[in-house]
T-cell receptor, first 113, second 115 residues
Framework: DAKTTQPPSMDCAEGRAANLPCNHS???????VYWYRQIRSQGPQYIIH???NNETNEMASLIITEDRKSSTLILPHATLRDTAVYYC??????????????FGSGTRLQVQP | GAVVSQHPSWVICKSGTSVKIECRSL??????MFWYRQFPKQSLMLMAT?????????EQGVEKDKFLINHASLTLSTLTVTSAHPEDSSFYIC???????????FGSGTRLTVV
């Protein structure tokens, strides 16, 4: 799985958009970008994933650059409940689920009131 | 869909005793489940891969005789911490993935405190 680089921490004002960057310059053509988050003392929660097109769901949007070497997770209107550690993970998609996800150190997002 | 239930959510035990943690996939079958450990202010570290009907695969440095994993059915994996010591105190998390879905689902975690 390609290595990812994320800033260790970020702050965001409540109600504003939170933009979390991730670099994955060695990503391969068949590797997807996944985002998970972990709220304190809970298991990680799936947010979104994408291959090369931008994706949006009820939680967030994922913007992947054309060369796929970086991506940005966007929380459009951050709330205090979005305070968590956000993990960007790159891995091959479409496998049988027999390989675990590997977590880096992630970005600790603090949403300020 | 794709719910993983983990139990208990927290447990306190005495040194030398054993603790069992259960991980169940509630609405799907999981031939493979994963166990992670997380120490304070650190990321999740994979401990082992649990395979239904066969032996678990442990990551380097994880003692298989200490962390017993059983995956007897397609919906249940258990992790038993044997002869627990204070250094085993940690947050243990299980995970599984439906084969028709790219997203991994995680349990809510078990906070183990060994006193």
């Amino acid at each position: 799985d390609a290595k990812t680089t994320q800033p260790p921490s970020m702050d965001c004002a409540e109600g504003r958009a939170a933009n979390l960057p991730c670099n994955h310059s060695t990503i391969s053509g068949n590797e997807y970008v996944y985002w998970y988050r972990q709220i304190r003392s809970q298991g990680p929660q799936y947010i979104i994933h994408g291959l090369k097109n931008n994706e949006t769901n009820e939680m967030a949007s994922l913007i992947i650059t054309e060369d796929r070497k970086s991506s940005t997770l966007i929380l459009p209107h951050a709330t205090l409940r979005d305070t968590a550690v956000y993990y960007c993970i790159v891995r091959v998609g479409g496998d049988t689920g027999r390989r675990a996800l590997t977590f880096g150190s992630g970005t600790r997002l603090q949403v300020q009131p | 869909g794709a719910v993983v239930s983990q139990h208990p959510s927290w447990v306190i035990c005495k040194s030398g005793t054993s603790v069992k943690i259960e991980c169940r996939s509630l609405d799907f079958q999981a031939t493979t489940m994963f166990w992670y450990r997380q120490f304070p202010k650190q990321s999740l570290m994979l401990m082992a891969t649990s395979n239904e009907g066969s032996k678990a695969t442990y990551e380097q440095g994880v003692e298989k005789d200490k962390f017993l994993i059983n995956h007897a059915s397609l919906t249940l994996s258990t992790l038993t911490v044997t002869s627990a010591h204070p250094e085993d105190s940690s947050f243990y998390i299980c995970s599984a993935r439906r084969t028709d879905n790219y997203g991994y689902t995680f349990g809510s975690g078990t906070r183990l405190t060994v006193v």
